[in-house]
């Protein structure tokens, strides 16, 4: 098995699909995830992004990590010590728009940095909550992927 990743819509976005992000905008999911499994030197895996609206992320947020109101992403790490990578990855589209308008980016460019902190989240990863996540290595390995991804 090779590392296989496949992108797909929530319910909400398949119903809604002028504003979903286009075929282009998948593929570019795609080989984010492929790169950033790369760099962990993961030659197998499985990992599912599935992109949400922000009423289907909320109701994820709140019944997996007990936080109220959207957010950008959640991974579920779905493997033990020695076994394949598996995991999901939901990315809330619409919070990644809002981020994309803060930072001045595109949205494609978001959701791609999105995909990869995923992935590394799945591939036990961690950064602190506060500023300084800005700085960690998990950042910063983050962004160097994006840049590869995005040139």
Do not use: C
Request: proline share 3%; aromatic share 4%.
């Amino acid at each position: 098995m090779a590392n296989r990743v496949r992108v797909q819509l929530g319910a909400a976005l398949r119903s809604r699909r002028a504003d979903a992000p286009d075929a282009d905008a998948r593929k570019l999911l795609v080989r984010a995830a492929r790169a950033a499994l790369r760099l962990e030197k993961i030659r197998e895996s499985e990992i599912s992004v599935t992109l949400l609206d922000d009423a289907e992320i909320a109701d994820m947020n709140q019944r997996f990590l007990s936080h109220d109101g959207p957010t950008d992403v959640i991974s579920f790490e779905l493997y033990g010590d020695g076994e394949t990578p598996v995991g999901d990855i939901y990315i809330g589209v619409e919070q990644a728009q809002r981020q994309a308008a803060q930072l001045g980016v595109a949205l494609t460019e978001e959701l791609a940095r999105l995909t990869v902190h995923g992935v590394l989240h799945v591939l036990g990863h961690e950064h602190p909550d506060d500023e300084a996540r800005l700085t960690s290595p998990m950042w910063r390995a983050q962004e160097q992927v994006l840049r590869d991804v995005l040139s």
